[in-house]
């Protein structure tokens, strides 16, 4: 991605005039891992040679730092895990939202959570579903497909129970292969989405521009609206997870991505960027794409968050404020034993989850790096493509 940028940045910005946040991102995801942010000197034990080891820049939208704060994140989670059969919910919007969703990104990503939340929600406290209590889930949010397109979707873990606020009994699902019907739950969410949409445009809370600017009118955007009401929205269920160690898989596959990582890139050069992808209609092999350089980035930062936006949230009993008090209350009634804390770092953890030492040295694999001094950070220009 740094040789991408470094590559194609002064054209892009010149095309496209980029905002002041893509800007910031443009000058420093290329610095990131290199001497320009300082670092660390070590030294093998076993052979003496001496090892880098160049600062990451931090950034939630860099593929080269979500590592870290992916394990840290989820040693967080493995501490809140429930015996119980989860479920990996997808909920998708239609392809005509998109561009509306991507030219008003902080209040259409927070419709998009608050809607399939209220769905769940509903379905939860429904008498007649089983469970008729407060369903607590996981909601992580997604906003590209494989080619980089904008795609606003929403994947959620969804234990199997719900909990009654008014009494505080759990009850779990009567089936471990329970979950409620997803055409029924796509109906629900469709409705309560393209409502949520029309107060947002009376309220003044949206912005048109370009080819969607006809949409300011009321008129033109129920006319817009219409048709939504009879599509087939995505909503996906799959079969429930085996335990909550395949749980976790699942959480580090999904949580801390980027829209494309640097493994996908297989070639970069002065007019185009060539990565991989998969097409869903024929999963059976990886698929090449080539895009202009230019393009590849405007494709790229489509997906830049707005500052501050959260995008993993918890819901229901498995909210921020109320989690842990719910998580003791609901493990005495399904006896299950609170998990010992695990303190560790988050090399640690990845050491002891997939066996990777980040500390072996890279020249006789047979020694382990110890920290010498720190690097000072190098002030100089954008290293050469």
């Given at each position: 991605m740094a040789e991408a940028i470094l590559r194609h940045?002064?054209?892009?910005?010149?095309?496209?005039?980029?905002?002041?946040?893509?800007?910031?991102?443009?000058?420093?995801?290329?610095?990131?891992?290199?001497a320009a942010l300082g670092g660390h000197l070590y030294r093998c034990q076993n052979c003496g040679r001496q090892q880098p080891q160049y600062n990451s820049c931090?950034?939630?939208?860099?593929?080269?730092?979500?590592?870290?704060?992916?394990?840290?994140?989820?040693a967080e989670q493995e501490a809140g895990l429930l015996e119980l059969p989860y479920f990996h919910v997808v909920f998708t919007l239609p392809k005509q939202l998109q561009p509306l969703i991507l030219q008003n990104k902080q209040t259409g990503y927070n419709l998009l959570f608050g809607c399939v939340a209220e769905t769940l929600m509903?379905?939860?406290?429904?008498?007649?579903?089983?469970?008729?209590?407060?369903?607590?889930?996981?909601?992580?949010?997604?906003?590209?497909?494989?080619?980089?397109?904008?795609?606003?979707?929403?994947?959620?873990?969804?234990?199997?129970?719900?909990?009654?606020?008014?009494?505080?009994?759990?009850?779990?699902?009567?089936?471990?292969?329970?979950?409620?019907p997803v055409k029924a739950l796509s109906k629900v969410f469709r409705a309560i989405f393209l409502n949520a949409l029309k107060r947002a445009h009376t309220e003044g809370r949206l912005e048109f521009h370009g080819q969607l600017a006809e949409l300011s009118n009321p008129e033109a955007f129920v006319r817009f609206l219409d048709p939504l009401y009879d599509k087939k929205w995505v909503v996906y269920a799959k079969r429930p997870f085996a335990g909550p160690q395949q749980v976790l898989q699942y959480l580090g596959r999904y949580t801390h991505r980027v829209g494309i990582s640097n493994a996908r890139i297989i070639e970069v050069t002065d007019q185009h960027v060539t990565f991989t992808y998969r097409?869903?209609?024929?999963?059976?092999?990886?698929?090449?794409?080539?895009?202009?350089?230019?393009?590849?980035?405007?494709?790229?930062?489509?997906?830049v968050l707005p500052k501050g936006f959260s995008r993993i949230r918890h819901y229901g009993f498995l909210g921020n404020s109320v989690k842990r008090k719910n998580l003791i209350r609901i493990r005495e009634q399904i006896g299950q034993k609170a998990p010992e804390p695990q303190e560790e770092t988050p090399l640690e953890r990845i050491e002891?989850?997939?066996?990777?030492d980040l500390l072996a040295?890279?020249?006789?694999?047979?020694?382990?790096?110890v920290l010498q001094?720190?690097?000072?950070a190098i002030r100089c220009k954008d290293p050469p493509p």
């Open positions: 940045r002064a054209a892009f910005i010149a095309k496209h005039r980029p905002t002041a946040q893509v800007r910031s991102l443009l000058g420093l995801l290329p610095l990131c891992r290199t931090g950034n939630r939208h860099c593929p080269n730092c979500q590592a870290k704060a992916r394990e840290a994140w989820l509903q379905f939860g406290r429904h008498p007649n579903r089983n469970l008729n209590g407060q369903l607590g889930f996981t909601a992580v949010l997604h906003t590209w497909n494989q080619t980089l397109g904008p795609h606003a979707h929403l994947h959620l873990l969804v234990p199997a129970g719900a909990l009654n606020k008014l009494s505080g009994s759990f009850r779990k699902a009567p089936d471990p292969r329970w979950f409620f097409d869903r209609k024929d999963a059976s092999q990886k698929k090449i794409m080539k895009l202009e350089g230019v393009e590849f980035l405007r494709r790229f930062f489509l997906h002891r989850v997939y066996g990777i040295c890279p020249h006789c694999r047979s020694g382990r790096l001094r720190q690097l000072p």
